[in-house]
Nanobody, 130 residues
Framework: QLQPVESGGGLVESGGSLRLSCSGS?????????IGWFRQAPGKEREGVAC????????KYADSVKGRFTIFRDQTRDLVYLQMNSLNPEDTAVYYC??????????????????????WGQGTQVTVSS
């Protein structure tokens, strides 16, 4: 099945760091796609975290993670990373990688909505203990 695949989730103490990875599978590659990271905590709606455009690597972040999270691409390895620092229990959620054929240079969105992204991964759990 063509979809992005997340990895790197786990349990970390408050103040710690994790790096999530997003890759393609089943012949799906991230080249030419804008990529977004989203998360959903128990009992809450899915929210956008960060995104990165293609081909120009413009990035956007939700206010809640600015200064703590960094999204970046490794084009040679066809990976998109989400580096998460200074984690706190409020960051506990399932994190999803999503992709959409690049809508244009410098364009990506952290908004959740119909048609914003075409392909979604299965998610990876991030748990931050206090």
């Amino acid at each position: 099945q063509l979809q992005p695949v997340e990895s790197g989730g786990g349990l970390v103490e408050s103040g710690g760091s994790l790096r999530l990875s997003c890759s393609g599978s089943g012949g799906f590659t991230l080249d030419r796609y804008a990529i977004g990271w989203f998360r959903q905590a128990p009992g809450k709606e899915r929210e956008g975290v960060a995104c990165i455009s293609w081909p120009s690597y413009v990035t956007k972040y939700a206010d809640s993670v600015k200064g703590r999270f960094t999204i970046f691409r490794d084009q040679t390895r066809d990976l998109v990373y989400l580096q998460m620092n200074s984690l706190n229990p409020e960051d506990t959620a399932v994190y999803y990688c999503a992709a959409i054929r690049s809508p244009g240079p410098g364009v990506c969105t952290v908004e959740v909505g119909e048609g914003r992204y075409d392909f979604w991964g299965q998610g990876t759990q991030v748990t931050v203990s206090s």
